[in-house]
Structures are given as structure tokens and as C-alpha cells.
């Protein structure tokens, strides 16, 4: 397969812990994500057989073949795993992706994730080794740099793909930034202007604009949306609306909102159980509701919802409600 051409205009949905997980990648994908990621996932820990980290590579049918995202500092330990996951998953998986941007401090402290970009040789050794032990395209996800002063994205992305990366996604923050101020697109277009491999630009595609606008300004050959997802997978439609057509498409309107998230909801507790799911759910309930009116109020039903049946009646109340303003209006 020629990934470059295959990754041309494609739009994807970020890899997002705690988020992203099966049910929500394939309403994305129903949407017209083109790609999914699961959540990063451990390779140590799925080394240990952890039973909650192996159900992270749980993958719906409409979403393969999806991504899978491996953190981890050790280069064979990561290897192993991807070799493993290859294997007992052969035609579920697209690619293989590695976690060189995380910036939280149990994992950066570890010499994981986003520490990687401080350790250029140990990164390289680790795609190395990953590429060696796969036949899948192996693809690294980092961002800007480390910190303000060790800006090293054109050059670190260049080492991976000099060591067998297929493909590289820049997140345009530096760890020090986590998620905070505006995401370097410049950066993101240099590193593309550097590699022949396909790069794709990841930060603040919040609307269908911004994604048409991140293809423009960088030439990036895909794009990849995560916070802009939260409670909207519609996203995903509108981008590739415009792509297409050139116009905008209405956003969806409280009804469908709520339908969509009622769809997320059972599909969240058909997979999880529903103690588990609704815990999970709320947050993604207040993410939908999000510029609705009376949003205040429901959210703070939303957030204490126990089982689905209460937030179903919540999601339902809201139909209505949205129904009589419009009949009023
Ligand atoms: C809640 C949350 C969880 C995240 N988890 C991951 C992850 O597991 N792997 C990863 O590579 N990036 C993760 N990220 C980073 C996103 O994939 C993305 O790079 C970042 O949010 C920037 O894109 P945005 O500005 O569109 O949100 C996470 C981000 C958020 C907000």
C-alpha cells in the first residue's frame, strides 16, 4: 500500500485517553472520520496482561482497520507488543502508532511519551525496532518540541523517518504547553516541507474551517481533530462537506444532538457494562450539550445520572423542549 496515497485529504480522529474510546471512534466514523486511533495504550502494562489495557484494543467492525497508539521507553518491550498486537489482531489494524507527545508527568517521568523527543537516539532505536518487528506502517505522533528552548520537531521527525517511520503527526504545542495557548501551524509546515513521508497537522481544528485552512496554510497530506470532537463527532461531516463542495453544511440541531448521544450512550453501556459507562458518560453528555439552551441547568442533571434510563429522559426532556421553542418561535 502507498500510505502517502492513501493518507491524501484524509481527515482523522486524534487518540485521546479516556475519550476515545470504541463507541465514540465509531460514531466519528460514521460521521466520516477516515481514520481512528485507540487510546494510547501501555505496552509494559499489556506486556503484563493487564486485563483494563488489552480491552483498549478492543476495535468496532466499522472502524477497521483502525490505528493502534503504543506509549512505552523501552524499545523491545514496544516491539514485542506491536509484533503481538499485529498478530492476534491481523486485518483489524491500519497502523501501528507511537506516543512521543504525551506530556503528563507519570509518563514523561518514565521516559515515555513526549520525553522521547528529549531522547532522539533512544526514539529512533525504538521506531527501529517497532518497524523491524511489523509488516504494518509504523507512524510516530509528537509535538513542537519539549519545551520553548528545545524546539526539535523538524529535526526529531526527520530521525524518525530516517530510522522506518511511514508517517509522522505534529501537535503544535511543546509539552510545556500541554494543551494551553494556540497550536504552531508554521512548525507543522516546516516539518512537512522537510520529510517525504506524509505528515500530518494536528492543533485547534475546532470547525471545518480551521481543517480546510490546516491543509492550506501547512500542506500537510491529512489533518487529525481531537478536542473539537468533544461532543461534536459531527465535526467530521462538516470537514468533509467543505473539502468537497466548498460550502458549509448547518450544524446539527438539538434533536440530533441528543439522538446522537443516546446512540453513543447504549452503545457506550453495551460495551462496558452500565455502571462503568455511565461514570463515563456524563462528561460526554455535558461536551454535547455544550451551546444548547438551558445548557446550564442540564448539565447539572447531566452530571449526576446514575444508569442510562436517567440519561436518556434527560437527552429526551431536551428534544422536546428544543421542539416547543421552535414551535414558539
Ligand atoms: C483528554 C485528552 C486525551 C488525550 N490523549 C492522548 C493520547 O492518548 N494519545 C495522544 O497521542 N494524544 C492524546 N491527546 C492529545 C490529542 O491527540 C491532540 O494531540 C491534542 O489534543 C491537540 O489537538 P487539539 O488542539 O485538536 O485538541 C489527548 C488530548 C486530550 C484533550
Known sequence: MDLKQAMQGKVLLAPMAGVTDRAFRG?????????????????????????????????GEIEKPAGVQLFGSEPDVVADMAAMIAESYAGDIFLIDI?????????????????????????????RRVKDSVSLPVTVKIRKG????????????????????????VHGRTREQYYSGKADWEIIRQVKRALDIPVVGNGDIFSAADAKRMFEETGVDAVMAARGALGNPFLFREIQHLLKTGEAMPEPDAA??????????AETVAQKGEKTAVVQLRKHAAWYIKGLRGAKVYR?????????RELEDIAREIIAESSRSRAEF
Open 146 to 169: 519539549f519545551s520553548t528552548d528545545t524546539v526539535n520537531a523538524v529535526d526529531f521527525a526527520k530521525t524518525c523517518a530516517d530510522s522506518g517511520a511511514d508517517m509522522v503527526t
Open 27 to 59: 460514531i466519528c466514523k460514521s460521521m466520516g472520520a477516515d481514520l481512528t486511533y485507540t487510546e494510547m495504550v501501555s505496552a509494559k502494562a499489556l506486556q503484563f496482561k493487564n486485563i483494563k489495557t488489552k480491552r483498549l484494543l478492543d476495535i
Open 300 to 308: 447539572e442533571a447531566l452530571v449526576r445520572v446514575n444508569s442510562l
Open 256 to 265: 440530533e444532538r441528543m439522538e446522537t448521544l443516546m446512540r453513543q450512550a
Open 99 to 127: 506516543n512521543m507527545g504525551c506530556p503528563a508527568p507519570k509518563i514523561v517521568n518514565n521516559g515515555e511519551g513526549c520525553a522521547l523527543m528529549k531522547n532522539p537516539a533512544l526514539a529512533a532505536r525504538m521506531v
